[in-house]
């Protein structure tokens, strides 16, 4: 530890510190009062003052992008956000995790039990098996004590953690044919990253509304995984996403044939704030207010909205977070907070900017 090294706070490294979800880390990790950012890896950009990509951070940041070394990380850090493209962070997470580093990875490569489901969807050759059984999935309302005890987490996609906190409670308690679901979620641009991309040209996706991945979208086994989990059988699911133009945020609207074709809205609500008294992060609103994404903007928050039509014996869920926040960098914060036994919240913007 250097002298002037804050006594006592927890030294942190990202990777991939210069994409979406990196300045989000970025922003969150310079305010998080347990945490001293240590290292800013990426070798697209080494050499770079970071505040140079991104002068906004100027009176926040006085770091330099350095190209990835992983023994310099082993050495400097005690966790280490991998915000990176799929395929890469399976590269790296062993040998960070052999030489002490507790690793928080935001890509797909360790959301998944299987590691034959994940070279089906996303390809690569993997061969560290023995790393991927020990990750656990990073969705603290569901896996919280999981992992408090973690040295690796494998954080959830954004598309999959709007979905599944408004599916959760559904299916652990029993009440919706598991066989019925339907996912129909909508993404601002930010979702597809800072790489640039014809579809995300203003041109192109303005005032324009579009589905795209339809019954091939990476997220589908993802969410059929925890799914099958909660519902302790075999969950098939039918999800489609779109791009609407807007910066951030994912309304996920979820439907499904109730058991109980008598359940009411109220009987729900009751049932859904039981199941979340515990997660401080997600939201049941009141009868008949459903959620905005606006809501959630720069916040950690979930906020779910409940309806029931008497006349097809559906329920409606709706579930809007911010899909670079709650659907990426501040779950990872939640995560690293829980993994390094600190209060769950600690660093989290509570309240969005509005309007």
Not at 250 to 272: C, F, K, M, S
Request: net charge negative; hydrophobic share 40%; charged share 15%.
């Amino acid at each position: 530890m250097s002298e002037s090294s804050p006594v006592g706070k927890i030294k942190v490294g990202i990777v991939g510190a210069s994409g979406y979800g990196g300045v989000q880390l970025v922003r969150l990790l310079t305010q998080h009062p347990e945490v001293e950012l240590v290292y800013l890896g990426g070798d697209s950009s080494a050499g770079q003052p970071y505040t140079d990509i991104y002068p906004h951070l100027a009176d926040s940041v006085n770091l330099t992008v350095e190209a990835v070394d992983l023994g310099e990380i082993a050495q400097r850090c005690q966790a280490v956000f991998l915000s990176l493209p799929n395929g890469l962070a399976y590269t790296m997470a062993p040998t960070l995790l052999e030489r002490g580093c507790r690793v928080l990875d935001l890509s797909a490569d360790y959301r998944f039990e299987n590691l034959n489901t994940y070279q089906s969807w996303y390809g690569g050759d993997r061969t560290d098996q023995t790393t991927a059984v020990e990750a656990v999935y990073g969705l603290p309302e569901l896996f919280r004590d999981r992992i408090r005890n973690a040295r690796l987490v494998g954080c959830p996609g954004c598309y999959p953690t709007a979905s599944l906190l408004g599916i959760a409670p559904l299916l652990k308690q029993g009440l919706a044919q598991p066989e019925t679901l339907i996912i129909d979620a909508k993404s601002g641009t930010s979702g597809g990253g800072r790489v640039a991309k014809t579809g995300m040209l203003l041109a192109e996706a303005s005032n324009s509304l579009g589905a795209y991945g339809v019954a091939r979208h990476r997220h589908t086994p993802e969410i059929e995984q925890i799914c099958t989990h909660l519902a302790s059988q075999e969950v098939t699911v039918q999800f489609t996403p779109h791009l609407i133009p807007m910066v951030r945020g994912i309304l996920a609207t979820i439907y499904a044939t109730l058991r109980d074709p008598g359940l009411v809205r109220d009987d729900l609500l009751t049932i859904y704030s039981a199941f979340y008294r515990s997660s401080p992060w997600v939201t049941v609103l009141p009868s008949g207010t459903y959620p905005q994404t606006k809501w959630a903007w720069g916040t950690n928050r979930c906020y779910i909205g409940l309806e029931t039509d008497a006349r097809t014996g559906r329920v409606v869920v709706m579930s809007a977070i911010d899909n670079l926040m709650k659907g990426q960098a501040s779950q990872a914060v939640q995560c690293f907070n829980l993994m390094m036994g600190l209060e769950e919240g600690l660093g989290l913007p509570t309240t969005t900017f509005y309007p």
